[in-house]
């Protein structure tokens, strides 16, 4: 593995590693708190997780945290599950991603973009302002610490505003998309019970108005706690009887007072896409998530208040949380709301061009619809603000390493990322001061032991092993909601190896110390003793021009037998014939492992996603085990249920 990229792709020059926000906090923390002055990043990152508290006390005292009350001491207790951070310390996140109103006042903090593409800025005075009208309504609504408040919306400014608002007054924000259904989104609401609903009447999508005043209705019926539904007019339709109108809470000129609560106070929910069961509610702390997030946009994406950073999200997926932190570093956030590929496939290119981001953040698949559609977005659009293109959602694969290079520049940092929405934060990724190799993340995150696992708890390096991180993050979970005896979280990740926090994927650290993600190893393809991620199948086979998208799954039967069939959703006016079979096989033979050549290729209508994007890997493996649908997969969580039939009439037929 160490061997296999001899040369990086891309190599920081002195300058910028010089100017580097990570360099200047190395040498800072060095003269202050006995950080190692020289070794660079590798030397940094193992005086962070060996002194773990004097690591998050310099970030704490770098990006100057305002604790009202001081706190006791860094870790009151490190066990995990359980970890107690800064006992004592009062804080308040909104305070913190406002602050840049005090500097730059006229300066934008957002720039909201529709499919138009064209920006409208709110500035960092108007949005402190809405913030304090909003936050003084809220605590005239009722709204008290720990009270839940939801957001059925959009990436708008709007949302924005609410989240600070609610965590101003010391709320606890939950939010779901508009294209979520109303069962989904009641799934996840119904468990947190919140007493204020924000909602839009519709939203805007592929040039199309999609009009959800029926689904607003259900929520409203169906969330008895709501004291309030506040209505947003998207689409220009009046305020249905008994809501509130957003610009009558908007537009008083009101500083914003911030409740000074403590460090573990819940600043949000967020779920897990909840592929079966109800989705995980996965709570998160105001301190926790305001010094993680400092840490990782402020020194491994090092973002200023000269960035600006646009990431294609949408409220139901923890990179819009991750995206709206960008305030803490005073960076000005684009916000898009619309289809990724609308009105053709280079749209988010545009929208990078005309908005002048810095830090550009998309999904690994859109990288490579864009290689697969012939885009070239160096030659078609000015992307010389753009120093960094961020990739996360799945494994980027080397391909779209070799294609952002080629197609966007040659002196372009890549930072192929990966986390979670259950810290939501990355494990590993973007080191401005590393060079990048193809295929690779940079390095793990500072403050984090990311290492990779054998079945028994010995560490490896150059082999494929569990992902583990043996100490606490300050933005792993305080608790999951409605889990009084904290089962359902031990259970979700610290079963496996008492202590240690096992996340799910299968990974590789390399003797460089950069990290290599081969996918989920809940649904890892392990024949005869040597395992392979489901990524590394798909980057292979979605190579072919043929192939649309696929999915593979490894089914242990009951007679100790191993079924692994591949799944192809084609390209159109493909066919699946001996020509196009030979050469997926050949491919996966060739590439990858001839123990992985799937034992048969079946196509499909389509591949089944989660609701945020993900393939649905685990519950088909389930329903081709003959698991009946309700037991095998939360619907409510599904983009189009109707494309499981398909694997559950195949278990059938298959007895």
Avoid at 77 to 97: C, I, K, L
Avoid at 133 to 159: C, F, H, K, M, W
Avoid at 444 to 461: A, I
Avoid at 607 to 635: C, F, S, W, Y
Wanted: charged share 20%; net charge negative.
């Amino acid at each position: 593995m160490s061997t296999a990229n001899p040369s990086p792709l891309w190599q920081p020059t002195d300058e910028v590693v010089a100017q580097a926000q990570v360099t200047k906090f190395q040498a800072w923390a060095a003269e202050e708190h006995g950080a190692p002055s020289d070794g660079g990043y590798a030397a940094l990152h193992r005086w962070s997780v060996d002194e773990l508290d004097t690591f998050w006390r310099a970030v704490t005292e770098w990006f100057d945290v305002r604790f009202p009350t001081p706190y006791a001491r860094v870790l009151g207790d490190r066990s995990m599950p359980g970890a107690q951070w800064f006992p004592g310390a009062t804080v308040n996140y909104a305070e913190h991603a406002l602050r840049a109103a005090e500097t730059r006042a006229d300066e934008p903090a957002l720039l909201y973009v529709d499919e138009t593409h064209e920006a409208v800025p709110v500035t960092w005075s108007d949005l402190r302002r809405q913030v304090g009208s909003l936050a003084a309504e809220l605590r005239t609504l009722g709204v008290r610490p720990g009270d839940r408040v939801s957001g059925y919306l959009p990436n708008i400014p709007q949302a924005v505003v609410a989240l600070l608002a609610t965590a101003a007054v010391g709320g606890v924000w939950t939010s779901c998309a508009p294209d979520f259904g109303a069962r989904s989104v009641l799934d996840r609401f119904q468990q947190v019970e919140p007493v204020v609903l924000f909602t839009v009447d519709g939203y805007r999508y592929g040039g199309k108005e999609h009009d959800r005043r029926d689904v607003v209705a259900e929520l409203r019926r169906e969330l008895p706690t709501l004291r309030a539904v506040v209505h947003i007019p998207l689409l220009g339709t009046d305020a249905p009887e008994g809501a509130l109108d957003w610009s009558s809470l908007t537009s008083a000129d009101v500083e914003p007072v911030f409740e000074e609560v403590p460090f573990d106070h819940p600043l949000w929910v967020l779920y897990s896409s909840g592929t079966t069961g109800l989705p995980k509610a996965i709570v998160q702390s105001q301190g926790g998530i305001l010094v993680e997030h400092l840490k990782q946009l402020g020194l491994h994406c090092d973002l200023g208040p000269e960035d600006r950073f646009f990431w294609y999200t949408s409220t139901g997926w923890m990179m819009w949380n991750f995206l709206v932190s960008g305030l803490l570093t005073g960076t000005t956030i684009v916000l898009y709301d619309g289809s990724p590929g609308y009105p053709d496939t280079g749209a988010q290119w545009r929208i990078a061009e005309r908005t002048g981001a810095t830090l550009y953040g998309t999904s690994a698949a859109y990288v490579m619809a864009c290689r697969k559609a012939g885009v070239h977005p160096s030659r078609d659009f000015d992307l010389a603000r753009v120093r960094c293109v961020a990739t996360t959602g799945s494994p980027l694969p080397p391909d779209g390493f070799r294609w952002l290079h080629d197609e966007v520049r040659e002196d372009l940092w890549i930072a192929s990322v990966s986390g979670g929405t259950d810290v939501c934060s990355c494990f590993a990724g973007a080191v401005p001061t590393l060079p990048v190799y193809i295929g690779e993340l940079q390095a793990p995150g500072l403050g984090t032991d990311l290492q990779s696992w054998d079945p028994s708890g010995k560490p490896l390096v150059d082999e494929v092993g569990e992902l583990v991180v043996t100490n606490p993050m300050p933005s792993m979970p305080i608790r999951f909601w409605n889990d009084p005896d904290g089962s359902r979280y031990h259970d979700s990740y610290f079963d496996t190896y008492p202590g240690v926090w096992r996340h799910g994927d299968w990974i590789t650290v390399t003797s460089r110390g950069s990290v290599v993600i081969h996918g989920r190893s809940d649904s890892t393809l392990n024949r005869q003793g040597v395992r392979m991620g489901s990524a590394d199948i798909y980057e292979a086979v979605e190579r072919l021009p043929e192939i649309r998208e696929s999915l593979v799954i490894g089914v242990e039967q009951p007679d100790g037998g191993y079924w692994m069939p591949l799944f192809v959703h084609l390209a159109p006016g493909a066919v699946l014939d001996e020509a196009l079979l030979g050469r997926i096989k050949r491919t996966i033979r060739e590439q990858l492992s001839p123990r992985h050549v799937p034992d048969e290729v079946i196509e499909v209508p389509g591949v089944p996603h989660t609701l945020t994007g993900k393939r649905i890997e685990v519950p088909v493996k389930r329903l081709l085990q003959g698991t009946p649908m309700d037991k095998a997969v939360n619907i409510g969580s599904v983009e189009n249920v109707e494309l499981l039939r398909f694997y559950e009439e195949l278990a059938r037929e298959r007895g």
